[in-house]
């Protein structure tokens, strides 16, 4: 590995890292704003990647995907997914369950799309200030390594604002699923979780990722051409 592919990748996996503590970190504070304290009584209102982070989804298989000799990069579809340490929610402390279960979900994928617009907000700046997008290949110039922050922050979060939304337990689209469905059917969807959602979510999750990224990013670029 080039010392510049493994900046890029160290980049990749603190940005990873960030983004899942922010999207468990948004979570928690939802919770605590519709009346569940419990992730807030637990220190889970914070950025600190110290109470967010799961052993298998925020380190070990991002960094297999990273720095595995035969995943490399390209894992996954090309895309640096994980999870972490899900946030604990009292479901009968909200004052109106589903509508704020909602709520508290859909907070941890719209954190990540926040991030992502940052990303976005950040290259624009770097456009009209320089006149064009840095070159990335190398990062001679600190408006290179901000460019390569900025699109590794797009790639990363938007990757993870599609993943979070599929809805394959535990992920965060499958509880917004769960909430509509009759009780009968919840008995059967909840026996996807554990390690049988796990198995669903790394061999689909990539290549169904990929097939929203692609476009996305394409989009985004043209977007960037046009300032």
Not at 47 to 69: E, K, Q, R
Not at 97 to 104: E, N, P, T
Request: charge should be neutral.
């Amino acid at each position: 590995m080039q010392p510049s592919s493994f900046i890029i990748a160290v980049f990749e996996f603190v940005l990873l890292i960030f983004s899942l503590s922010a999207h468990e970190c948004a979570h928690a504070w939802m919770a605590s704003r519709l009346g569940d304290q419990t992730a807030r009584l637990q220190g889970r209102v914070t950025l600190n990647p110290m109470y967010h982070v799961d052993p298998i989804g925020t380190l070990l298989f991002p960094a297999l995907m990273i720095f595995g000799p035969l995943m490399g990069g390209g894992a996954m579809g090309g895309f640096l997914i994980g999870w972490a340490k899900p946030t604990p929610v009292i479901t009968r402390n909200f004052r109106k369950i589903v509508r704020d279960d909602a709520l508290v979900t859909l907070a941890g994928p719209v954190s990540n799309l926040l991030l992502a617009l940052a990303g976005f907000a950040g290259l624009v700046v770097i456009i009209v200030s320089q006149g064009h997008l840095p070159e990335t290949e190398s990062m001679a110039t600190n408006v290179q390594a901000l460019g390569l922050l900025c699109q590794l922050a797009i790639q990363v979060n938007l990757a993870l604002f599609f993943f979070n939304l599929l809805p394959i337990p535990p992920l965060d689209g499958s509880r917004i699923v769960r909430n509509m469905l009759p009780y009968n059917a919840v008995q059967s969807y909840d026996r996807l979780s554990g390690w049988m959602g796990l198995l669903v979510m790394i061999l689909v999750g990539g290549p169904i990722v990929r097939f929203f990224m692609v476009p996305t990013m394409h989009l985004l670029y043209a977007a960037l051409a046009l300032i």
